[in-house]
T-cell receptor, first 114, second 113 residues
Framework: AQSVSQHNHHVILSEAASLELGCNYS??????LFWYVQYPGQHLQLLLK??????LVKGIKGFEAEFIKSKFSFNLRKPSVQWSDTAEYFC????????????FGGGTRLMVKP | DAGVTQSPTHLIKTRGQHVTLRCSPI?????VSWYQQVLGQGPQFIFQ???????GRGNFPDRFSARQFPNYSSELNVNALLLGDSALYLC????????????FGPGTRLTVT
C-alpha cells in the first residue's frame, strides 16, 4: 500500500522567509499528487495538484510544488511567506486515475511570525 | 452555493455506545467519502460511496459502516465505540468517483470517554 511521509512536523518562520515543506511517497506506479491546507478553524482546501505534464505546478496564494519522480517527492514551496499562511499543510496521493481514496501524510504545522 | 455540510459539529459518547454521523454533499455531487483524522495525524480514508453503492473501503474494522441515500447524503455509523475512535470525521464530496477534486466539509468532532 502507498504511504506518504512529511518530514517536518512543525515549522516556524518569520514573514518574508522562504518555505519548503518536504513530501515523499512510496508507490512505484502512476500517482496523482496533492497539497491541501487547513487554516485555523477552516475546512481542508486544495492548494495545488499534479496529474501529469510539467512537474512544476503552481497553486493558489503563490504556492508551487515540484514533482521529482526519481526521488518520489512532491515538495511544496513559497518564496516569501506571510502571517496569513499560518496553517497545517497536508500532502496526499492517490494511485492511478481512480479517485477512490487519498492517502495523506501526517501534516506539517506552519507558524509564521509577524 | 452551500458546501459540504456535516452534523453534528461536536459529539461526546461513552465507550460501547453507537454513533451516527451525517453528511450532505455539494448539490449535484454524487460521490461521498469519509475520512478519520486523529489529533496530530493526517486524514485516513474510511469509505467511498457513489450512487448508493460502496466503491472503496479503507483499513477499518467492521464496527464502521456507512450508507448513501437517494439524495446522495450519507451516514457513517460506528458501533461499540472505543476511546481510540475519538477523532475528527471528515466528509468529502465529488461529482463522480473518478473526479480528481474533492471538497471537504468542516467535520464532526467525536470524543469518546
Amino acid at each position: 500500500a502507498q504511504s506518504v511521509s512529511q518530514h517536518n512536523h512543525h515549522v516556524i518562520l518569520s514573514e518574508a522567509a522562504s518555505l519548503e515543506l518536504g513530501c515523499n511517497y512510496s508507490y512505484g506506479g502512476t500517482v496523482n499528487l496533492f497539497w491541501y491546507v487547513q487554516y485555523p478553524g477552516q475546512h481542508l482546501q486544495l492548494l495545488l495538484k499534479y496529474f501529469s505534464g510539467d512537474p512544476l505546478v503552481k497553486g493558489i496564494k503563490g504556492f508551487e510544488a515540484e514533482f521529482i519522480k526519481s526521488k518520489f517527492s512532491f515538495n511544496l514551496r513559497k518564496p516569501s511567506v506571510q502571517w496569513s499562511d499560518t496553517a497545517e499543510y497536508f500532502c496526499a496521493v492517490n494511485v492511478g486515475n481512480a479517485g477512490n481514496m487519498l492517502t495523506f501524510g501526517g501534516g506539517t504545522r506552519l507558524m509564521v511570525k509577524p | 452555493d452551500a458546501g459540504v455540510t456535516q452534523s453534528p459539529t461536536h459529539l461526546i459518547k461513552t465507550r460501547g455506545q453507537h454513533v451516527t454521523l451525517r453528511c450532505s454533499p455539494i448539490s449535484g455531487h454524487k460521490s461521498v467519502s469519509w475520512y478519520q483524522q486523529v489529533l496530530g495525524q493526517g486524514p485516513q480514508f474510511i469509505f467511498q460511496y457513489y450512487e448508493k453503492e460502496e466503491r472503496g473501503r479503507g483499513n477499518f474494522p467492521d464496527r464502521f459502516s456507512a450508507r448513501q441515500f437517494p439524495n446522495y447524503s450519507s451516514e457513517l455509523n460506528v458501533n461499540a465505540l472505543l476511546l481510540g475512535d475519538s477523532a475528527l470525521y471528515l466528509c468529502a464530496s465529488r461529482g463522480t468517483p473518478s473526479s480528481w477534486e474533492q471538497y471537504f466539509g468542516p467535520g464532526t468532532r467525536l470524543t469518546v470517554t
